[in-house]
């Protein structure tokens, strides 16, 4: 009976919608980095079929080139994205090499993401990815953004997330750096993106 009450509760509460999508603010010069728009092919878009995408280049003086991509997803499309890179670097013919979990320090708080590195021919891509909710919840599993969605729509009548990706390319010589400079840029996506996260109502 509770759990037939609790799923009539959020019912009639309605469903609220992205009213600003805030992500398209987050500052071009990050540190050393200036940032430029790129986008997809709009076939890509519209198999993400996100409220909002963030994708851009951002290069630094000495070459250094990290992606960003953000893909936000409003309450109303479920708060998550079907894309997952385990299946689409391998589908794209990327081979992944290493995939773990890395601890990045974010305002004296250590934050987990997952690190995937793939390889084709000659050229490695090392990537840093999770979910985020909430503003500041960071998760490495659908798992857990689907128990996290679950309790924002009790509290707060929204389930909205966002996929986050950063990636550079390498070659084998050049994969610690990479890894030390998505780590950091990371770090600053982490810290940046509970400012600049979507409204809804």
Sequence with gaps: MLTIGLVFFIAQRGEPVVVKTNLENIPYALGAYI??????DDSIYKE????RHVYRHYRSADGTQINLYIGYYGTAKGGRTGHNPYACLPGAG???????????????????VNLVVAEMGNTYRT???????????????????????????????????????????????????????????????????????????
Aim: no cysteine; proline share 2%.
């Design 127 to 201: 990537m840093l990815h999770w979910y985020q909710s909430d503003g500041d919840k960071v998760m490495v599993t659908g798992i857990q953004q689907n128990i996290q969605r679950l309790l924002l729509k009790i509290r707060h009548n929204r389930n909205d997330g966002a996929y986050v990706q950063v990636s550079m390319l390498s070659d084998r010589s050049g994969l610690d750096q990479a890894k030390m400079k998505t780590v950091q840029f990371a770090g600053q996506i982490l810290q940046l993106l509970p400012a600049f996260w979507p409204e809804e109502k």
């Design 48 to 51: 993400l079929n996100a409220d």
């Design 94 to 112: 990327w081979g992944i090499v290493k995939n773990q979990k890395v601890a990045i320090e974010v305002s004296g708080k250590r934050e987990t």
């Design 35 to 40: 940032g430029t728009e790129d986008r997809f």
